[in-house]
């Protein structure tokens, strides 16, 4: 004779959550408490307890009906009860406390609150904007996207400037079309993205060191007018295509920043505006503050709003005019009317 089987119970259907995985083991931590809690934590490495750490410190009130998800899709009873224990960083070290030790606790809350303190991609803020096209051309479009989407849109207006047509299109799209990335997304790309931007900047390192150029360039920048003459005379009998060169790439158009004022303004007399605000794409806030600064108030206005208006600029375009502003400084500097400070230049009044 068969014994009847009772029949399964059906399943609850699981919510639609847009919680995060570590959202939901936050709530889930914050419902069980201290001592339950600190059991759990102990078996998580320590990528999995900082980034559940990050969303307890955030979790300031955990409405219901997240709880109720959370709970249902973890297959838990739901507890009763409208809201849970506050989150903040203070639950958050306690609990790090009762599963990894004081000194352990201490360590993450402080690496967590350097690092929810600084702006995604931080570490791009002050990178050469064609480094950064090197950089990013070779990853995935939404990589891209999601990158430029958190730095500075001139900086980011260069890099899609740069891209292939295509590429450029797709990147834009995906731009537009973002939806909120989850921090521990970002976080995770963010390191790795560092990772490999660190191991690419220190090759860039190694092939300069080894570039004869730029080594006499550094020579000259820091040698009298009579040295520099003399050398540049030796290289135009021994090789005038390299002499050219050489005196190409001496000043660059950010080096505009140690012009005195008078020569500044000497300068924008004999610039078109169009062609400044194009050199002016993506350029660091000192070059742009530089510039601004020996403007009227009004042409500073009309400037800044022409760079607005240029939009995604190729940054062969941005160098070709950056390129004749230098020209127009060597050829006053030529005429003796700016003076370009070398590094040992002295002056008397």
Known sequence: MSTAVPAKSAAPAIPQSNLSGAQKAAILL?????????????LLGDQEVTQITAEIVKSQTIKKEDSDVTLTEFATLVVAGDHMQAGGF?????????SLGPQRALEIIENLKETMAKAPFEFLKNADPRQILNFLSSEHPQTIAL??????????SMVVGGLP????????????TLDQTSPEVITLLEGQLEKRMSS????????????????????????????E???????????????????SRMFVFEDI???????????????????????LKGVRAEVREKIMRNMSERAAQNLA?????????????????????????????????????RGTDEYVS
């Open 147 to 156: 990158v430029l989407a958190h730095v500075n849109p001139d900086i980011a």
């Open 257 to 279: 920043v140690t012009l005195d004022d008078r020569a500044v303004q000497l300068v924008l007399r004999q610039v078109d505006a169009k062609e400044l605000a194009t050199a």
């Open 165 to 176: 047509e295509e590429l450029q299109r797709e990147v834009s799209i995906r731009i537009a």
């Open 305 to 341: 709003e022409e760079i607005t208006l240029l939009g995604a600029v190729k940054m062969k375009t941005v160098e070709e005019a950056q390129g004749a502003i230098v020209r127009v400084i060597r050829a006053l500097e030529e005429s003796g009317q700016v003076v370009v400070t």
């Open 200 to 227: 690419v900047v220190k090759s860039q390192t190694n092939q300069a060191a080894a570039d004869g150029v730029q080594t006499l360039i550094a020579i000259l920048n820091r040698s009298d007018r009579a040295t």
């Open 30 to 42: 914050l419902k069980l408490g201290q001592a339950h809690s600190a059991k759990v934590l102990k």
């Open 229 to 247: 003459r003399s050398i540049f005379e030796g290289l135009e009998h021994h090789n005038e295509e390299l002499a050219d060169e050489v005196r």
């Open 90 to 98: 203070a639950t958050a070290q306690q609990l790090l406390e009762a």
